[in-house]
């Protein structure tokens, strides 16, 4: 199994004020969101799971992919719809793919908005 480091939080500002979606979880909870993922949001991410936010109907699907990416390893591509954001009902192109973040093996995502 291949993990991608991300060593130092710190590590993680290039994604703060890019126009696409960011994040970390660990055990389903948002360990990093970016600028991005806030505003679709509508609020911070960070100690938050999916189920708290805007778009809690697609909970259960967004894990899904998380967990099928650190269980296999490597990064899952998909489109993922979601019911509820800031923006209305969006189509989403995403990348989840596990990495080590605080000692840790988490899902970290990267997803851009399909117009």
């Not at 679709?40 to 259960?60: H, P």
């Not at 490597?74 to 509820?84: I, N």
């Not at 973040?101 to 990267?110: K, Q, R, V």
Request: aromatic content about 10%; overall charge negative; glycine content about 10%.
């Amino acid at each position: 199994m291949t993990h991608v480091k991300v060593i130092e939080k710190q590590g993680l500002s290039v994604f703060e004020h890019l126009p696409f979606l960011c994040w970390i979880k660990r055990n389903q909870i948002y360990v990093y969101g970016n600028q991005a993922i806030n505003e679709f949001a509508g609020e911070n991410v960070v100690g938050k799971k999916d189920a708290e936010l805007i778009w809690g109907s697609n909970a259960t699907m967004l894990l899904e992919a998380g967990t099928q990416a650190i269980g296999a390893g490597e990064a899952q591509y998909l489109h993922e719809t979601v019911d509820h954001s800031k923006r209305g009902k969006v189509t989403l192109s995403v990348c989840k793919f596990p990495v080590e973040f605080e000692g840790e093996i988490c899902a970290m995502g990267i997803s851009f908005i399909i117009e």
